[in-house]
């Protein structure tokens, strides 16, 4: 029998190939498969961690990058428009005024300090211009005659008898509110007035307004609220009791037209005509101020009055 020890492979002489990690089936000195070779290492949990912080840092500032750029892109070009008020950022609306206690164009329920000082120097600044139409002018639209507009639960007229008279009786079971009888010293003619309250008798003491409401009318008065006109009828500043007889002489004129009968009480008139019309934004004409001017002129020490008579 021949030898064919050569034939064979691998030859006698030669050890067996080394069995390589990637062949299919290498079997152990034991004959067993041995494990698949361990799979190449991921990355470690804590890294992906890393990773994930770095991308979101970078994300944000990209993003504040772009914002700060739409912010500030007004430089370059167009301004930024201002966000429109969301509903919370909106202010309650006003309510509309209802009561004749309301401001007047000038706040005239109470005297500016700057107000405060010679009647003269007031007169002074006092506007000039002409004399409006008067012929639309009607005693209603200065509201109903003697409001309370002080809520104090009397109406206006007896607020300024009680104000202005002396020995003043008030009729019981109107919570001191309506005069019965009392005394005038009468300021525009200097005579004394018993006031008797009465159908017959009332109308001898009568309240004037010393800034007329026709005059007002034609001087500002036409442009305000009816608010305003019923608040300005009823200001005790503008309010004097009066002989009836001489408020009817007087009628709706101005320093111009008519003065008190009492020339001693021209200087306090005048001053409480400018107190008004300074207070409520009235203006004169140029008759009616030089006239002032002029009675002022002889007393400049004159000052402006509050709302006592």
């Known amino acids: 029998m021949t030898d064919d020890s050569s034939s064979r492979w691998p030859p006698a002489d030669q050890p067996p190939p080394i069995p390589q990690w990637w062949d299919d089936e290498v079997l152990d000195p034991d004959g067993a ?14 890294r992906k961690w890393v990773v994930a912080a770095v991308l979101a840092v970078v994300l944000v ?23 429109s008020p969301g509903p919370s ?21 109470d005297l500016s300090p700057t107000l405060a000082g010679p009647a003269l120097e007031a007169a002074r600044g006092l506007e000039v211009k002409g004399r409006a139409q008067v012929n639309d002018y009607d005693r209603a639209l200065f509201g109903q005659a003697w ?44 005579q004394t007035i018993d006031f008797v309250q009465g159908e017959d008798t009332s109308q001898a003491v009568q309240i004037d307004h010393v800034v ?3 005059d007002a009318w034609q001087k500002g008065a036409r442009e305000w609220t009816d608010d305003q006109r019923a608040a300005f009828a009823n200001d005790p500043l503008n309010l004097l009791a ?6 009817q002489a007087k009628g709706a004129g101005d320093a111009a037209t008519w003065l008190p009968p009492d020339r ?12 008004v019309k300074t207070s409520y934004g009235l203006w004169v004409t140029s008759a009616e101020g030089n006239a002032l ?13 509050t709302a006592g008579p």
Not at 242 to 247: I, S
């Open 89 to 109: 950022e909106t202010s309650e609306p006003s309510s509309p005024e209802t009561s004749p206690t309301g401001p007047s164009p000038t706040e005239p329920s």
């Open 33 to 46: 498969v041995p494990p698949p070779p361990p799979a190449p290492p991921g990355p470690h949990p804590r």
């Open 212 to 214: 007329p409401l026709a």
């Open 61 to 83: 500032a990209v993003l504040g990058a772009a914002w700060m750029a739409g912010l500030f892109g007004a430089s370059e070009g167009q301004p930024v428009a201002a966000p």
């Open 147 to 190: 409001l309370d507009v002080d809520r104090n639960g009397c109406d206006t007229r007896n607020d300024i008898l009680r104000r202005d008279l002396q020995d003043v009786v008030l009729k019981p079971d109107t919570n001191g509110c309506a005069v019965l009888t009392g005394t005038l010293v009468d300021p525009y003619a200097g």
């Open 264 to 275: 001693d009480y021209w200087c306090p008139y005048a001053a409480r005509i400018v107190a």
């Open 293 to 305: 001017i002029g009675i002022l002129e002889d007393c400049p020490d004159e000052p402006l009055p």
């Open 242 to 247: 009066v002989d009836g007889a001489v408020n």
